[in-house]
């Protein structure tokens, strides 16, 4: 692995405290950071190198910490005074950076930064030659949201590939770092038994749920001007739909992997504006109580208009056309102050095809389903019917664990992964930008029309499971939410 410096824009701020700085951290105790890898600070506060340390120190605190790596760490950060918007911190920041052998040439640019920031931080660093590959490499590290629809994403890629070619370009989703992700891939494609099974002739829907038990989290200056469907739906759960969705690529390579996830993203049949209630649910969370405790509504909140309309919850509908998914409905469900926080992608499978136990005590046979559990624990869940005991014909449903099902400690916190990937100038965990192109073309009908009817937007307690309302999305009677792996109603 090359040594490099990872330069953090906005990095005293909440993304570089609380996700960035643990996993570069905890990569450096595992011995996985090359030697000489260094961590420059770019921030407005007038900060010396060893002021940032003792704040990083204190961050790290809650985390298992051994002195000497501790330090070890530690000495690896420096700290650039500079300003985004003053042009001559670019200048300052290039000789910083490259004048002394202090630092690797090999550059990575993280913009820990606001996404307006992002084109601007990306022009200074083009006019002062950062972004050229000579002497060593240069990368780009953009945060979500990418754009804010799909005309911004448009104008966002352009002017960032006038600076940087789409190889030095990393758009981290975070959801693809994670461990449990990527084991959708493996259970889908090292498991030859569910592959007959994986189509529209034996499953009948569908389900990719995240909900949230938290709200905003002093976020909703940005949240607020987001809403549910840009911050989750667009970016986390289209890509969790097209891995469950995807073909087999030709290999694990980036570009095997990403072209097969465009397809399903280009399948996936659009959204008329006359349909977008038919298709998609809003709805915004009111006071409730989590865990016993009171909770507040959305309006309450702090930084949040007394009128907003923005939702914290969506549930959307989407039909993949081609030949392995016509007519399968895909259900994505999201929610803040949700009754619990989980994620959970489940696939029902159909009825068989005769009613053989017809004239038997099993008035019902319900449906298989397969529960993949993303988080807070990983479980693979198989529901199966099988006779009870006793004399009479009756069927339960008994669970196949697949699985460790308990919650594992060990997890790695999915932004170590995609450190590590950035350094090694891996792209199989980033999105290429046509990915996020036709992700934003699923989203604009809706947002388009939501944008236009500001007037009234449902609401459900916080704490629940969201309005029954959305209930409406399902294509037939017998369909219905699973919330979680404990949830014993179908
Ligand atoms: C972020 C969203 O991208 O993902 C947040 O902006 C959301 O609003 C978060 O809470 C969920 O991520 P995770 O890893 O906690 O499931």
């Not at 002497?135 to 590290?141: H, S």
């Not at 509908?317 to 030949?323: E, G, R, T």
């Not at 099988?386 to 664990?401: C, F, I, M």
């Amino acid at each position: 692995m090359d040594d490099c410096t990872y330069v953090i824009f906005g990095a005293t701020g909440n993304l570089a405290r609380i996700k960035l700085l643990p996993a570069l951290y905890h990569l450096d105790a595992a011995g996985r950071l090359p030697e000489r890898l260094k961590v420059v600070g770019f921030g407005r506060r007038d900060w010396e190198d060893e002021y940032w340390r003792d704040q990083v120190r204190e961050s790290l605190a809650g985390n298992p910490t051994d002195p000497e790596v501790l330090e070890r760490f530690l000495a690896r950060l420096f700290f650039f005074r500079g300003d985004l918007g003053e042009d001559a911190a670019y200048p300052a920041l290039r000789d910083y950076l490259l004048e002394s052998d202090r630092f690797s040439p090999n550059l990575i640019f993280y913009m820990a930064i606001r996404p307006a920031d992002f084109g601007l931080v990306s022009r200074q660093l083009g006019a002062v030659q950062l972004n050229r590959e000579d002497g060593g490499w240069r990368r780009l590290v953009i945060e979500k949201p990418f754009g804010y629809d799909l005309e911004s994403a448009e104008s966002l890629n352009r002017s960032l590939g006038k600076e940087f070619q789409e190889a030095q370009i990393f758009r981290i989703d975070h959801y693809l770092g994670k461990g449990t992700v990527q084991n959708v891939l493996v259970f889908r494609f090292a498991n030859l038994m569910l592959e007959p099974l994986w189509n529209r002739n034996y499953i009948d829907h569908v389900q990719i749920t995240h909900s949230e038990s938290l709200g905003t989290e002093g976020r909703a200056g940005y949240y607020d001007g987001a809403g549910a469907l840009r911050d989750m739906i667009q970016s986390h759960l289209l890509q969790l739909l097209t891995l469950v969705a995807m073909e087999p690529p030709a290999n694990l390579d980036a570009e095997s992997l990403r072209d097969e996830k465009v397809k399903v993203l280009r399948s996936i049949r659009p959204i008329p504006s006359s349909a977008v209630n038919a298709h998609a649910f809003r709805a915004q969370y009111a006071a409730g109580e989590i865990n016993g405790e009171k909770v507040s509504a959305y309006l309450d909140e702090p930084d949040v208009p007394k009128d907003s309309v923005t939702e914290t919850y969506v549930a959307l509908k989407l039909l993949i056309d081609n030949w392995r998914w016509r007519n399968v409905p895909f259900y994505l469900r999201t929610g803040k102050r949700m009754a619990k926080g989980n994620s959970m992608v489940s696939i029902r499978f159909k009825h068989p095809p005769q009613q053989l136990f017809r004239e038997t005590q099993i008035d019902r046979l319900k449906p298989n389903w397969i529960l993949l559990n993303l988080q807070p624990n990983e479980c693979i869940r198989m529901e199966m019917q099988v006779k009870q005991t006793g004399l009479e014909l009756r069927a339960e449903t008994t669970r196949l664990d697949a699985s460790y099902c308990g919650i594992n400690p060990g997890t790695l916190d999915a932004y170590e992964a995609l450190l590590l990937d950035v350094i090694d100038g891996d792209h199989s965990l980033f999105l290429r930008y046509d990915e996020v192109n036709w992700a934003w073309k699923v989203v604009d009908p809706i947002l388009k029309n939501w944008a236009m009817e500001r007037d009234y937007i449902h609401t459900y307690p916080s704490g629940s499971w969201g309005p029954p309302e959305a209930d409406r999305l399902f294509v037939r009677q017998d369909q219905r939410w699973r919330n979680t792996l404990e949830d014993e109603n179908d």
